[in-house]
Structures are given as C-alpha cells and as structure tokens.
C-alpha cells in the first residue's frame, strides 16, 4: 500500500506494540521485507530490503498496518519526516523481525562514509540498465564501512539528495553513448568547475544523465572532491517500447565493470588514507 493509498484511510489509531512470529516489534525496531508475492514491480524490489518501523497504524476497521522508512533509502530522513514517496506501508505477515543482535545493530550513516558508488539506469530499458547490474553485483563484494554502494535506478532527486552527504569521491556507474563499440566501459573523470556554471532553466530530476544529476547536486552546494563515471556503451536502449534485460555484448562487459569500480574504490582509499597521513 503507497502512502497516498493509506491516506484514504481515516480514523487512525497508533498502537504501541504487536507480535509477529513470537517476537514484540514496536517503533524504531527493524525488519526484513517480505511482501507477498502479487506479482507488483515494488513488492519485487523491496523484498528482502531491511527497514525501520516508524510507526504501528491500525485502520477502522482494526487490521493494523507497518509504516516502514528503508534503511538504505537516501532520502530516508524524509521519510522519518512523514515525505510521500519515502513510506511504506506492509501488513503484519509481511516483514520478519531481525534478530536480536541485528536489532541492536545501528544503521552505519553515511557521515562515516567517503566513497558513494551509485548504480544509475532504467531496467526497462534494455542496457540502461547497466549501472543497476553492476552495483547489484558489487552489493557481494566486501568492502570498507568507508564505501556506500546503492542503486539509485531513475531517481536523480534522490542522488542529488545522497551527494549532500559529505563524500570525498562518488562513482557513478551508468550506460553512456559516447560512439564508441557497444560494450565498451570507460572511465570519465568530469570536470566539476564546469559545474560552477549557473545552471538555465530547469533540471528534470528523473533525467538520470550524470551530469544532469551532479549540476542537481551542485546547485543544492554539495562539496564533493571527486567524481568519477564509469560508464559503458549501451547496444540498445529497448526502443520506444522498451525491453527487460542487458544485451549480450553488454552484458559480457558487466564482469570488467566490477573490476574497474572495485580497482577505483581501492585505488581512491589509498589515496585518502595517504592524504590524511600528510
């Protein structure tokens, strides 16, 4: 249920507490989503994220109802704030409570974070999927509590917003045409006093190009010190009816583009480590 879906519902009554699965969840406890399966394109990419309870809701017709905010949601303090768009809404029997010693465990912020890898594109379609492949990839990967990795898919806002946060070097990771073989990757360190330009008009948030977003990010004074593009040449962008799924070519590239990201990320924290040595 969206929020403006629940927002139909009048009469609300908060409740302090209720049991799932043998365990007492309240406010502020975290859980594992587990939407039923209805065949819903969001209940597909919020199964298994982990979130916070905000609040416990029951309706006038007495079902109670779990108001969650992501943990990894960028604009998940928007969401503590009551923001559409950043609240979820899951029946009881949907979300497992996390264990006791996950409970306690407090969501990392991204203040200690230095190094934003961020996965851009649209999976329907086609290769502009690419960036959301590779981070989903490297969500296997271990890295430092210093390294951030999420995918963004279309919501330029939403990066914009996470740019805010203070990192020291973001790597953005996106499918680009440049004219180059499909299935080419590349990097692409962009020239952030161009930036400085005041920007003309207005910037279409969902208008997920790298550029756009960190003009976005710049006009709302985000200071970050560098930003790389690890991009790749898109086959096909799924034409005017779109299409699921990476081209062959493009998909064959997916492993180097790991690699390339996981060498920057390394190559980038040596060189922050050496910096704050000096």
Known sequence: MTEWEWQLLEDKTLVDAIEIAGSKVRAGDRVRLRPRKRGDILDLALDGQIATIECLEQDYEGKTHICVVLDDDPGRDMGLLRQPGHRFF????????????????????????????????????????????????????????????????????????????????????????????????????????ALEQPQQGFVETHGMHPMNVLKMAKSMNAQVKRVFVVGCEPASLGGEEGAIGLSAVVEASLDQAVETVRSLVSRSLHELISDSKE
Do not use: M, W
């Open 90 to 193: 899951f029946d009881p029997d949907e979300v497992e409570p996390l264990p006791p010693d996950e409970q306690a465990a407090k969501r990392t912020r991204t203040a200690t974070h230095r190094i934003l890898v961020a996965g851009i594109g649209n999976i329907f379609l086609a290769d502009d999927g690419f960036g959301v492949e590779v981070v989903r990839r490297l969500a296997n990967c271990e890295f430092s509590d210093s390294v951030r990795v999420s995918d963004f898919g279309i919501r330029g806002f939403d990066l914009a917003y996470a740019l805010q946060d203070g990192y020291d070097v973001a790597i953005l990771v996106d499918a680009c045409a440049r004219g180059d073989s499909p299935g080419t990757v590349y990097v692409v360190e962009p020239n952030l006093a």
